[in-house]
């Protein structure tokens, strides 16, 4: 299934996109998509069987906000120097375990929300990355296998950065990934079930028009499997928590000098097969 949330900021609800692309209202089933929902199979059972009966209630689509297609996210957990291709073009060695860091939940807007130049900023940079949407709680589990049955579906997400101020202003890597709006996250939580594999899936993004992330899952150093058990022994992972796994080369960071940073005017658009497309114009915060 490809759950949606569409409406205001603050006051989305919850729909579906359906196999034929009509867009149908989820409001008289489920008060919203948020980790109780993935937690609750009889209830994702309901949304299926009436999807398939083509019973819920069409809503027009033109002119409607898609918000963050889930609710109440617990944390946003995130992976950096995941993929081969990125450590190569940022002179990192791969790491050996995964590099772990936290983005705050109110970072997370929606795919074609509006993001916000930080002030003094002169390296807000674009990151596409396969987003993983935990349904079931995970506490120090075993196996890949084991871990993947914990997974409820997949989203767009990008992880904007401020370079400067993740790398050179000393401490963690926080502070220069936590800035408003650095988290679109959507359009579509897809279903476990849709995805026959996260390691084949191809990532895309272009800043204004110009094409400057081509990747692909397989090309993550830690696959999704292996993240969500790693993880796990580390923290608890609730149904509703978010992983960020990495991007593929082509961040502005990796590239020859004058660095394309962006500014406000720039588009980005990013989109992960099967999985949908995002727009964002960028502002000054």
């Not at 796994?245 to 990796?254: C, D, E, F, R, Y």
Request: net charge negative; charged share 25%; hydrophobic share 40%.
């Amino acid at each position: 299934m490809k759950l949606l949330r569409v409406g205001t900021a603050g006051a989305e609800r919850p729909a579906l996109l359906d196999a034929e692309g009509t867009l149908r209202d989820l409001s008289g089933l489920v008060d919203d998509i948020d980790g109780a929902l993935l937690a609750d199979e009889e209830a994702l059972a309901r949304i299926r069987a009436a999807a398939g009966t083509g019973e819920l209630p069409t809503l027009d689509a033109a002119g409607l906000r898609i918000g963050p297609p889930l609710a109440r996210i617990g944390k946003v957990v995130c992976i950096g120097l995941n993929y081969h291709d990125h450590a190569r073009e940022t002179g990192a060695e791969p790491p050996a375990e995964p590099v772990v860091f936290l983005k705050a939940p109110d970072t997370v807007v929606g795919p074609d929300d509006t993001v916000l130049v930080p002030r003094g900023s002169a390296k807000t940079d674009w990151e596409v990355e396969l987003a993983v949407v935990i349904g079931r709680t995970a506490r120090y589990l075993d196996s890949a296998e084991e871990a993947l049955a914990h997974v409820a579906g997949y989203a767009v997400a990008h992880d904007v950065s401020e370079r400067e101020f993740q790398i050179e202003r000393g401490g963690t890597w926080d502070k220069g990934k936590n800035c408003e709006t650095f988290n679109p996250l959507g359009p579509w939580l897809v279903t476990a079930d849709e995805i026959a594999d996260p390691q084949d899936l191809s990532l895309k993004l272009w800043v204004n028009g110009e094409l400057k992330q081509a990747g692909t899952t397989a090309e993550q150093i830690f696959p999704v499997g292996e993240v969500v058990r790693y993880l796990s022994r580390f923290m608890t992972l609730y149904p509703g928590d978010v992983i960020n796994t990495g991007t593929p080369a082509g961040v502005a960071m990796g590239a020859p000098e004058p660095k394309p940073y962006l500014r406000a005017g720039d588009v980005v658009e990013l989109e992960i097969e099967g999985l949908g497309r995002q727009r964002q114009e960028l502002k000054d915060a």
